[in-house]
Every structure is written in C-alpha cells, then in structure tokens.
C-alpha cells in the first residue's frame, strides 16, 4: 500500500506530535489536512505548504465543516485519520469539579467520536481506510494525580479496540498508539489547567500538590526517558501502511515497562507500585 498521494486529516497541529506527523507525512507524499482550534496556529503550518482547517472538539460545529470542506476539495476521499487534539486535566479526582470533568471528555472523547463517526462512511463506500487514535500509557495504566486525563484515555482504549473488531473485514483498520513522555507543550498546558481549575489551598492534597507542580513546571528532575515526536511518527507509518497493523503501539521505555508490569504482577501489588511513582 504506497501513501503518495493518500489523503490523511491529522488533529492537534499546532504543536508537538500533530505538528511534526503533519510535516513529516507531507513530506513522505500524503495530502496532509491539519487541524488547530486558534487562527494563529496556522501561520507556520500553512508556509509549510500544509493544507492547515481550524476544529474545534468541543464544538461540533467545526467537525462537521472539517469534514465538509475536506470531502469537497479531495471529491469525497479521507485515506486516514490520525485523532491527536488533546490535553490532559491534572488534579485529585476528589477536587476536579464535574464540569471540568465533563470538558476533558469532551476534548478528549465525544470530540473523537464524532470526527470519527463522520469519517467512517466515506472510508465504508471507498473501501478502505485507517484509523489512528493517539491514546497514552495511562489508557492502561492510572497515575496519581492525572484522574481526569486517565479516564478519558481509559474510555478511548474501550472505544477504539471495539471500533476495530466491529470494522473488520470492511477494509477500515483501526489503531491505538500508546505513548509514554514525549517532548511537548503538554506539561505546560497541564500546569495551566491546575491553576485555572483546582483550588490547591482548600485540598487534602495540597502538599502532593507542589511535587506536581514542580514537575509541570519543570523544576523537578529531567526525565532522561523522554522521547521526541519522532517517536510517534514512526509508529503512526506503521499503522498507516501496514497490510495489518497492531491494535496497540506502545512508544518509550516506561509505556512498554508500564504496560508489562501491568500484566505480570497481581493487581494490588502493580497499583501499590503505581501508588509509589511521583
């Protein structure tokens, strides 16, 4: 299966992974259609020679002329679709009020879902189609203090694998990448959302609080086993272009670690070992 000249629409552009697969599979011959919710993040795209849509996934609005407007310049053709717009909601899950509860799910999830629903008909009458759905180890693994980002990505991991068995034998294939630390304006936008949405001072939590904080803001110790987004992209070829691509692609050491752990060792002693991890 060649990509020169497939089409893909890839989310979550103006920055970090999204940023690097959209120039990087444009360069490699796909027909790139990235997204960015803010006008300001198209510039650099756009000189780029990447065709650059803003989509919003708390608006439905913005999916559907996403949708629109890349079924009319392509004549109804969306090769693939890498889901990747995200952020994640740090907190104690006894402090995240529901509504900012509900907004994760809604950038995280539902927005997923309905990009996705409204992607599947055009790859059910071509054939043919890929599907490519930017999770993280904590979809398999929880995480203190990441409450909100984990059940969002908990819930995606259910979605998608039942999404792929559902498709299967209609020529639509379906993956989950699974990163660990990747370099990204993640971890600031994290620092942000605690500030805007969690109230340190009135929290049991409070003193856990500034370990957290210490590593969003990056005065905690470097994580050596960060990886850049090249990392991502490489896996994300494979989905794309294998004649059967994995249900999961775990990218760095301590998903892959993670995620073993998870299915070697009795499940107290693997959450009393997660319990451990600051």
């Known amino acids: 299966m060649t990509d020169r000249g497939r089409t893909i629409i890839v989310t979550g552009c103006s920055s970090g992974i999204g940023a690097y697969c959209a120039r990087a599979l444009k360069s490699e011959g796909w027909r790139v259609f990235a997204t960015v919710r803010r006008e300001e993040d198209r510039t650099g795209l756009e000189a780029d020679g990447i065709e650059t849509l803003l989509m919003d996934y708390t608006k439905p609005e913005t999916i559907a002329a996403l949708v629109d407007t890349v079924t009319e310049r392509t004549g109804g053709r969306i090769d693939a679709l890498f889901n990747n ?124 609080y500034e370990k957290q904080l210490r590593r969003l803001d990056g005065r905690g110790p470097v994580n050596r086993h960060k990886l850049g987004p090249e990392a991502v992209h490489a896996v994300l070829v494979e989905a794309l272009t294998a004649a059967r691509p994995k249900p999961h692609y775990l990218v760095t050491k301590p998903a892959k670690q993670g995620a073993f752990l998870k299915r070697l060792l009795p499940a107290d002693l693997f959450y009393r070992l997660m319990r451990r991890i600051d």
Not at 134 to 160: D, H, M, N, Q, W
Not at 181 to 191: G, Q, W
Request: glycine letters at 10%; proline letters at 5%; hydrophobic letters at 40%.
């Open 85 to 208: 717009g995200a952020y994640g909601q740090p907190g104690a899950v006894e402090d995240l009020p529901t509504d900012v509860l509900r907004v994760q799910f809604e950038t995280n999830f539902f927005g997923w879902h309905e990009l996705t629903r409204r992607v599947i008909p055009l790859m059910r009458k071509a054939g043919s189609g890929r599907i490519v759905n930017c999770s993280s180890i904590l979809g398999l693994v929880p995480y203190r203090y990441r409450g909100a980002y984990t059940a969002s990505k908990f819930a995606l991991e259910g979605l998608t694998v039942t999404m792929r068995m559902e498709l299967e034998g209609s020529g639509i294939h379906v993956s989950l990448i699974e990163p660990g630390p990747i370099a990204s304006k993640f971890t600031a936008t994290a620092l942000a959302k605690v500030h805007e949405n969690i109230d340190i001072a009135a929290s049991a939590h409070a003193a856990q």
